[in-house]
């Protein structure tokens, strides 16, 4: 843990305070009285869970979101951004993990977009290039980014520098990074981190998303925790622990219901095998799913869930490994691979990749199933019939079969992506995040289907964000963290557990 | 090979290296390479004297200014179909007004101008207000062009005095003016390109839209700007075209393929259909190319629908060429 | 006397219901007919509309093959140039001999076929938007067409051949003379319907036009499903080809602007452009209302070019709506 008071005193006055900041979205209440404070020269990191508000305060902070109530005070006056833009030229960037930049136009020209310095009506390119080797060279990055170069020809450390640059030509005094170190190599991370200190040298406020904590514990002076939406602590660095950071974060009572785990007895041998899998983004994938069982997937955002789900399904598939279904190897290489072998996927986001949003309820509930009979096979009337059977059974709520699928509840859109699979005779049943965007009593009601498919004999692999749910729903649980599963947990952990493992902070309680 | 011819290469590969150049300016080279080899094999054997050169000189002028437009709008990651009857209306109106006379040039001058501009505006409008394709917005413009014109006029129309026609055929020295036309064209058009804000601002909207507003730029001001230069530059390109044939007729810009023979050119000389990234400099190189294969196979006699045949398919294949190289990038 | 409570009104109402869900394609063709029909009385009478269908069969047809394409989320513009194709191929190949009839349209319809499967290539595996791509073949069709008949009007088609656009069937019960075409239409538009609605296809179709992602994660092999999209057309356009050679007789510019009128169609019948929504009877029905309209405009005394413009306005004014809705609908 470095020295954090660095020779200079703490400014009085913060530089940035967000004040009993609330937001409400349909169904959610997103952030309630949130405050915040970061002062001059100080490194704020904020820590939370998935979901626990951190980028909607962020995208408050900025602008781009309106607070329903509360207020923000930057350098001792209040502001209220209606856009980015306005931010941005009031001295308060981000930097975003996707970059804003134009990979083919070269460093200069995307720092001065749109306000490129004119001279007798043209636009002045040496003035352009001499101010952003200034501002390079305040980074000490000039010896190695030089401003003509394109963006497309840096790294991503490189542009992420460029970032910097561009938010010091606006004049930041306040700058949020959220997750920087996502795309870093560890002396990359070396080279951010003198930046940052260069940075609170020179008095700039600098709020840190991160989930790392040995990142966190090295740059941050202090750490505010969000959970649900609130502020629960915020502490200066030396008076915390990581676990003692991850207890903050997560520990909540159960107040939901959730439908009974399984019987052991209910469960069956295993009936889909995967051994050493890996791609591009997993290795060491080994596991088994058993007919009547539940199976939770939780992790940090980027710890390879939804890379598991997909290379399962056949989207991004394994490169390397094996998968045996019901004893016999099979090669997954595309979804209709894992669909012929009896495997759906609902999809992170269904409205992208999960439904056709401009057809009927039940030309979606038959996709799969007319997708796999043939391109010419006949429509039929059982068909039809089948599809209200199976609409009932998921409990859609619709102005009829016909109706557009576009026009129906998150939750009942849901649902048509599931009989889309129940349509199928799947065996194995992938849910990524199923209660997404679902107000509370749709929820529970994806619960109940979704035990009732695994008393049906079905497999499910659930993985959700949400780590009530992943507890109350699993009858184990896969902890994954940068691309492999990190542990197994039996059912009903406590959340911390999971965090610990989802983190890597082996710690004795 | 020696250690000295070795280095040697090495410095020449640097300096090639270091000018920047468009991969298609190699594409070029090779290409007038092996067109003066095959016909010097198989053809007149007089590819490279002065008049088989003014030739395709003078051929590149006529798409070489309208492919200058259709850079611009493509940089903005829009296009535009409707140039090749943007030609024809100014041909045959140009012809149309001035009736042989000098004294009417300024006047048919001023009116064309004002065509384009108001046909650029339109498109310009539609693209970003209504938010039409910009495929289907120009394909529509060009068909409306195409129905008043040929409902007014089916034949050559008016004519154009000899003083006017001194841009199709005179030279300034050995230069024809035409090719004067077309390279102040070309500069102007690079000027504004790389020179002023406008440019920069257009490069931006190409790369992305979103990223572009954010930074503040006025994004649709800047792509209407750039349909109005594409349709000013038809504009030119139909006022050279009238000026070689004479008088107008309404099936000059249909005739030449111009629509899709400047988006080729535009696409071969390395300019991305996704729009910010390219330039005027390799879509004239692409104009050379379509020259030097025009005169390739007229040299070798090859029949002239074949030629269309091949026209058609090198549009494909380049823009699928260049899909695949920028995937290849992204990768 | 009677008495209309509110029960009456209740049922009736509720009767007149299905009036609500009528396309609006009909309402206004329904229109167009009858003022036609004013304009000109004689068009009531079997013989004069049975020659208005005739002469609009060809459109009839593509626009039918036209509508897989464009539901698929695509454009297919090469069917103007493969009409023109299969026309002086076919001239060119029959040679005014009757007994080679059958297998030079079995040849016809083999190089319709090939051209399909071209254009989902370069689609599917070159990435190459459909639009451009048909675009380009269109240019390399028609430079085909001109090559094969050495760029006149050359050859001859007999008279079985000939029959298929010119003939009729005389003392029909009812209708007197039925053309040869409208049976055509008849047999081709029964299967087009059938393929399209009476098996998965056509949702198929729409599901990979409305979100090709989530069609291929549901396994749709989407590929295919364009590829039978794309052949459909050109066989529609051998089709028309086969129709128009037997009643235009043999030119070079016999398909000329097809493409368009059968886009023009499908859109005025209500597929979106985007894809995702339309069906087979109300392209035709689409196709039957442009047919219409353009008479009408003969009958105001407009001049031909005039159907340019028109088209222009629809299709501009189609994809403007399509946008205006999509962007309402994920608000």
Known sequence: ?509 | MSVQSRARLARIRTFIDSLNLPAVYLILVITFVTAYLLTTLFGRGDFLSSSTLTNMMVRSVALGIVAVGQTFVILGASIDLSVAYLISVTAVMASYIMQGETSNIPLALAVVLGIGVVVGTVNGLIVTRLKVNPLITTLGTGLVMHGILNASFDNFVGAVPSSFQVLGYDNVGPVPVSVLLLATVVLLGNFILQRTTFGAHLYSVGGSEETARLSGVRTSRVIIGAHIICSLTAVLTGLFIVSRTGAGAPWLGPDGVYDLESIAVTVLGGTALSGGKGGVWGTIAGVFIFAILATLFNQIGMDTYLRQVLRGLIIIIAVAAYQYRSKEQAA | MMTLNAQTLATLRQRLRWLGAIPPIYVVLIALFVWIWILNPNFSQSTVFLSFLRRATPLLILAAGQLFVIVSGGFDLSVGSLITLTVLGSAVMLDNDPSRTWWVISVMYLIGIGVGLFNAFVVNVLRVSSFIGTLGMLLALKGLALYWSSGAPAGYLPDNFRIFGRGVVEDVPLLGRLPYAVIVLIVFATIAIFIYHGTSLGKLIKTVGDNPQAARLSGVRVSWVRTIAFVTSSVSAVTAGILLGGFAGVSTNVGDGYELEAISAVVLGGAVLLGGQGSVPNAIAGALTLRALFTLLNLLGLSAPVRFVVQGIIIIGAAAYAAYSMRRSSK
Not at chain 1, 14 to 32: Q, S
Not at chain 1, 165 to 184: G, I, N, Q
Not at chain 1, 244 to 255: D, F, I, K, N
Not at chain 1, 326 to 344: E, F, H, L, M, W
């Open chain 1, 1 to 509: 843990m470095t020295d954090t008071t660095s020779g200079q005193p703490k400014p009085s006055q913060p530089v940035l305070v967000m004040r009993g900041i609330t937001k409400r979205f349909p169904g959610v209440l997103a952030l309630n009285d949130v405050s915040l404070e970061c002062y001059a020269g100080e490194v704020h990191a904020i820590v939370g869970e998935n979901g626990a508000g951190k980028s909607t305060l962020m995208k408050i902070l900025v602008g781009a979101y309106q607070p329903d109530s509360g207020e923000i005070v930057l350098n001792g006056r209040p502001v209220h951004f209606r856009h980015p833009r306005e931010a941005q030229s009031s001295s308060l960037s981000i930097i975003y993990q996707e970059f804003n930049l134009l990979p083919d136009r070269t460093v200069a020209q995307n720092i001065f977009m749109g306000r490129e310095p004119v001279r007798r009506g043209l636009i002045d390119n040496r003035a352009m290039v001499e101010r952003t080797q200034e501002l390079l060279a305040q980074l000490k990055a000039d010896h190695y980014i030089r401003p003509n170069m394109l963006i497309r020809q840096l790294s991503v450390a490189q542009q992420q520098i460029v970032e910097i640059a561009k938010s010091l030509s606006f004049e930041a005094r306040v700058l949020v990074m959220d997750e920087p170190t996502a795309a870093l190599s560890p002396s990359e991370i070396e080279i951010l981190f003198r930046i940052v200190e260069d940075l609170k040298k020179r008095g700039i406020a600098l709020v840190y998303i991160s989930h790392r904590f040995n990142e966190i514990f090295q740059i941050a002076d202090r750490v505010t925790v969000l959970k649900d939406g609130e502020r629960v602590a915020t502490r200066d660095i030396n008076d915390v622990t990581a676990s003692g950071l991850v207890h903050l974060m997560v520990g909540r009572e159960l107040s939901q219901y959730y439908p009974p785990y399984a019987k052991s007895e209910d469960i069956g041998a295993p009936f889909v095998t995967i051994q050493n899998g890996g791609n591009a983004r997993l290795h060491n994938i080994n596991l088994e799913l058993r007919r009547g069982e539940v199976v939770g997937v939780a992790g940090l955002q980027g710890s390879g869930r939804t890379e598991l789900a997909r290379a399962i399904f056949g989207a991004e598939p394994f490169t390397s490994g094996t998968i045996t279904i019901n004893g016999k190897t099979v090669r997954i290489d595309r979804p209709r691979s894992a669909i012929q072998s009896n495997i759906g996927l609902l999809t992170e986001d269904r409205k992208q990749e999960g439904l056709a949003l401009k057809q009927s309820v039940r030309d979606n509930v038959l996709l799969a199933q007319r997708a796999l009979r043939g391109i010419f096979s006949r429509v039929t009337r059982k068909a039809h019939e089948d599809a209200s059977q199976l609409v009932e059974r998921v409990d859609v709520r619709s102005a009829g079969l016909d109706q557009q699928v576009q026009y129906l509840s998150g939750g009942n859109q849901q649902k048509v992506v599931l009989a889309k699979w129940l349509a199928t005779d799947v065996d194995l049943l992938i849910f990524d995040e199923p209660t997404r965007g679902i107000d509370v009593n749709a929820k529970s009601n994806i619960h109940e289907i979704i035990r009732q498919l695994a008393q049906a004999g079905k497999a499910v692999l659930m993985i959700s964000s949400e780590l009530p749910e992943v507890i109350g729903m699993g009858d184990r649980i896969l902890v994954m963290r940068d691309g492999t599963i990190a542990g197994e947990l039996p059912k009903g952990p406590e959340e911390t557990e999971i965090m610990l493992l989802a983190t890597g902070e082996q710690v004795s309680i």
